[in-house]
């Protein structure tokens, strides 16, 4: 299990277990479709990555419960675009 889960702090940071739930799900979804990790960590468990951004305060739930990347380019840890009307 990761550690940091089993603190508060990480609990604390994003607001409760509900919300830090979503956010891990939310994020996971995105990287699994292709999104790029926010943070360098040496890891090929994604779930470490995902909490390593929170951590670091890359990721955020914003209020309608969308995960929101801090800094300028948002578009850095999203999935990316597929054009599907090419199929």
Same mark, same amino acid.
């Not at 739930?21 to 040496?42: E, H, M, W």
């Given at each position: 299990m990761i550690d940091a889960l089993k603190e508060e702090q990480i609990v604390n940071k994003v607001g409760g277990r509900f919300k830090l =739930?979503? /956010?891990? +799900?939310? $994020?996971?979804? @995105?990287?699994? @479709?292709? @999104? $790029?990790?926010? &943070?360098?960590? +040496? =890891? %090929?468990? %994604?779930?470490?990555? &995902? &909490? +390593?951004?929170?951590? +670091?305060? %890359?990721?955020? /739930?914003? @209020? =309608?419960s969308q995960v929101k990347i801090t800094g300028e380019d948002a578009t850095i840890g999203a999935p990316p675009e597929l054009d599907l009307s090419s199929l």
């Open positions: =739930s979503t /956010l891990i +799900q939310k $994020r996971l979804a @995105a990287i699994n @479709a292709g @999104a $790029r990790p926010l &943070v360098d960590f +040496q =890891s %090929k468990d %994604k779930m470490e990555i &995902v &909490v +390593q951004e929170i951590l +670091q305060d %890359k990721i955020y /739930l914003d @209020a =309608s």
